[in-house]
């Protein structure tokens, strides 16, 4: 699907301090040179986000990882053995290479390897680090597919078209404290496979680390019209216009429409259709809201319940 001379061109463009979106395994990303502030101020220029949203930086490999950060904690290479290249972001003190930019003037940074052999050759090609949020206007849905991003960004110089992603929600974001791990972000990546790696803090996030994590941005994620949750949500209007996003279940009232997410449940299916399926209905001009079911809030339904209830707030 992309031929190694358009990853070639793509490269050039990033050394230029253009921009590129990409195919990661998780969302599609907006990429430039993480080294180069101004390159850097583009994205937040094209998906009009605001400045105070600090961006993941992207590497091909470990050894990248020192010339972002000071840190040399021994939990970061026993982490990136088990989940590098993977949906895994690990917040760390960030080295003086990293422009203030890029982590919104915090003095740590996001770093991760994405599990995507386009993202990983860009990567490579390019011969930088690359800062990248998802590809899309901020706080809309993220991009699954390459057409999801030129519906939503037109100031991109390039977008590799790397088919579907395979996880279809953002990476599970971490901090490292002294005596444990702590969640920022819910991914496919659960607490529970992570304790498996290393041990979880039994204290909470600092607020500094809050303010600094999506968590705190109640709206997010969304479509543009309205999105309820099934039963949380109580006035619920007549649903003859309206579609059902269902986890499994047969849809409680008369929709015009229903989608299935997974018609098992899975919730690994659900996750990798969520965005998708949003988009699909954003853009289906009969249907005027979205009624979604919900999934037990554990394990990767964590993640799930994270993205549907930040589309939802706005609509509350
Ligand atoms: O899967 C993903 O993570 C995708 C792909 C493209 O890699 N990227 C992504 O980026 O979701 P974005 O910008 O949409 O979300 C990144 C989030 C930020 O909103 C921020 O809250 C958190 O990661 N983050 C980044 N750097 C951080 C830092 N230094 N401290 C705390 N949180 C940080
Ligand atoms: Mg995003």
């Given at each position: 699907m992309v031929s190694p001379q358009e990853i070639e061109q793509a490269a050039g463009i990033i050394r230029r301090g253009g921009l590129v979106a990409f195919p990661t395994e998780t969302v599609y990303g907006l990429g430039a040179?993480?080294?180069?502030p101004i390159a850097v101020a583009k994205i937040f220029a094209c998906k009009e986000r605001p400045s105070f949203d600090p961006l993941i930086v992207h590497i091909?490999?470990?050894?990248?990882v020192a010339q972002l950060t000071?840190?040399?904690?021994e939990r970061v290479a026993r982490l990136a053995r088990v989940f590098?290249?993977?949906p895994l972001t690990i917040v760390l003190p960030k080295?003086?290479?990293?422009?203030?930019i890029v982590t919104s003037g915090l003095d740590t940074v996001g770093i991760r390897m994405p599990d995507h052999p386009v993202a990983l050759a860009l990567i490579s090609a390019s011969g930088c680090p690359i800062a990248a949020p998802?590809?899309?206007?901020?706080g809309k849905l993220s991009p699954t597919k390459a057409e999801h991003v030129r519906k939503q960004l037109h100031l991109v110089d390039h977008v590799l078209d790397?088919?579907?992603?395979?996880?279809?929600i953002e990476s599970t974001v971490i901090t490292l404290h002294d005596d444990g791990f702590v969640v920022l972000r819910q991914g496919i990546i659960t607490a529970e496979e992570l304790e498996k790696v290393v041990p979880r803090s039994t204290s909470d996030s600092t607020r500094e680390e809050q303010i600094a994590?999506?968590?705190?941005?109640?709206?997010?994620?969304?479509?543009?019209k309205p999105l309820y949750i099934w039963r949380e949500y109580?006035?619920?209007?007549?649903?003859?216009?309206a579609a059902f996003l269902s986890?499994?279940?047969?849809?409680p009232a008369a929709f015009k429409r229903v989608e299935y997410l997974s018609e098992s449940g899975n919730l690994y299916e659900i996750a990798a259709n969520l965005f998708q399926k949003m988009h699909a209905l954003e853009e289906d001009?009969?249907?005027e809201f979205i009624v979604a079911e919900p999934v037990k809030e554990a394990g990767i339904g964590l993640a799930i319940m994270d993205r549907l209830r930040k589309a939802a707030f706005q609509y509350r």
């Open positions: 040179n993480a080294l180069d091909a490999s470990l050894d990248q000071l840190s040399t904690d590098w290249p993977g080295s003086e290479h990293v422009p203030d998802s590809a899309n206007k901020f790397g088919g579907p992603t395979r996880v279809g994590s999506p968590g705190h941005i109640q709206s997010h994620y969304s479509p543009n109580a006035d619920i209007p007549d649903t003859r216009n986890a499994g279940s047969p849809a001009e009969h249907i």
